[in-house]
């Protein structure tokens, strides 16, 4: 079955970087972008931006542009999301999830198990 | 960016009750919109993708319809699993946008 597992919680303080990995089984790792959302406590959902496991390409929200880098190592089918200048506004859960491809629409189906990151001094 | 509204942000309604939720998109995004479903202390779900088509698994009593800009989630006869907060997002283009949440609350 298709599992994506994420790294535990993390605990930073303001200026520091964060690198959260999650690893995919149960499917073809190249086959399926991952994404990475974000969620603030008691907020929505935010999205970050994704990778194509496959060419390593990225694209990434305009507002995180220069602080987020996305990875990702096919030998170990894990991708990984790292923000750095960290504020505590980045407190928040973060998620990796892969998006599938339907015939007219493509969509997210599953979700890793969330990694709650705290900025704080 | 592709900005999505989602109305209402919060809403009432009894067991049994039918409830609908509403979505529009900046711009014309044919059917590339999905509705996820998110329980407290969990990650979203996706309930319909392609803006009419139901996941595997999940209840009829889920169905989504719209095109284009418009776009509508409704859950007939509500069931106290389904009082939590519903999201829609666009896959049409990058970056992905999401609505601002409809809680569904027990009245």
């Known amino acids: 079955q298709v599992q994506l597992v994420q790294s535990g919680a993390e605990m930073k303080k303001p200026g520091a970087s964060v690198k959260v990995s999650c690893k995919a089984s149960?499917?073809?790792?190249?086959?399926?972008?991952v994404h990475w959302v974000r969620q603030a406590p008691g907020q929505g959902l935010e999205w970050m931006g994704r990778?194509?496991?496959?060419?390593?390409?990225?694209n990434y929200a305009q507002k995180l542009q220069g602080r987020v880098t996305m990875t990702r190592d096919s030998s170990v089918n894990t991708a990984y999301m790292e923000l750095s200048s960290l504020r505590s506004d980045d407190t928040a859960i973060y998620y990796c999830?892969?998006?599938?491809?339907?015939?007219?629409?493509?969509?997210?189906?599953?979700w890793g198990q969330g990694t709650l990151v705290t900025v704080s001094s | 960016d592709i900005q999505m509204t989602q109305t209402p942000s919060s809403l009432s309604a009894c067991v049994g009750d039918r409830v609908t939720i509403t979505c529009r998109a900046s711009q014309n995004i044919n059917t590339y919109l999905n509705w996820y479903q998110q329980k407290p202390g969990k990650a979203p779900s996706l309930l319909i993708y392609?803006?009419?088509t139901l996941q595997s698994g999940v209840p009829s009593r889920f169905s989504g319809s719209g095109s284009g800009t418009d776009f509508t989630l409704t859950i007939t006869s509500l069931q106290p699993e389904d009082f939590v907060t519903y999201y829609c997002?666009?896959?049409?283009?990058?970056?992905?946008?999401f609505g601002q949440g409809t809680k569904v609350e027990i009245k």
């Open positions: 392609a803006a009419s």
């Open positions: 149960g499917y073809t790792f190249t086959g399926y972008f």
């Open positions: 999830a892969r998006e599938r491809d339907f015939s007219t629409s493509r969509a997210i189906d599953y």
């Open positions: 990778i194509n496991p496959n060419s390593g390409d990225t």
């Open positions: 997002q666009q896959s049409y283009s990058t970056p992905r946008t």
